[in-house]
């Protein structure tokens, strides 16, 4: 059974930063293009960053652009969400998808 896993949510302060990680397990061979979403409280689920299955192409949402880089290491199934300089706004549910599939989430709290 084809499942994405997320981790390394938790609680960190102001402009720390944290990498989130989104691993392939089950019935594959691989990871192939995986977007990165959140829900922010109280808010519907936004889209975040984008990367291709070659990570030829990466794409950010306006509100990450320059903090956020998502990258991957094929070789253990994984995508990276590397997010630096967090903000108390960027606190919420993190989620990855290949379109088809979701994680169960992964909670990051930007707080002092």
């Known amino acids: 059974q084809y499942q994405l896993v997320e981790s390394g949510g938790g609680l960190v302060q102001p402009g720390e930063s944290l990498t989130l990680s989104c691993v392939a397990s089950g019935s594959t061979s691989g990871i192939g293009r995986i977007s990165w979403h959140r829900q922010l409280p109280g808010q519907e689920r936004e889209w975040v960053a984008f990367?291709?299955?070659?990570?030829?192409?990466?794409t950010y949402s306006q509100a990450v652009q320059g903090r956020f880089t998502i990258s991957r290491a094929n070789a253990k199934k994984t995508v990276f969400l590397e997010m630096r300089n967090l903000k108390p706004e960027d606190t919420g549910e993190y989620y990855c998808?290949?379109?088809?599939?979701w994680g169960q989430g992964t909670r990051v709290t930007v707080s002092t």
């Open positions: 998808t290949d379109g088809d599939h």
């Open positions: 990367i291709s299955d070659t990570g030829g192409t990466t």
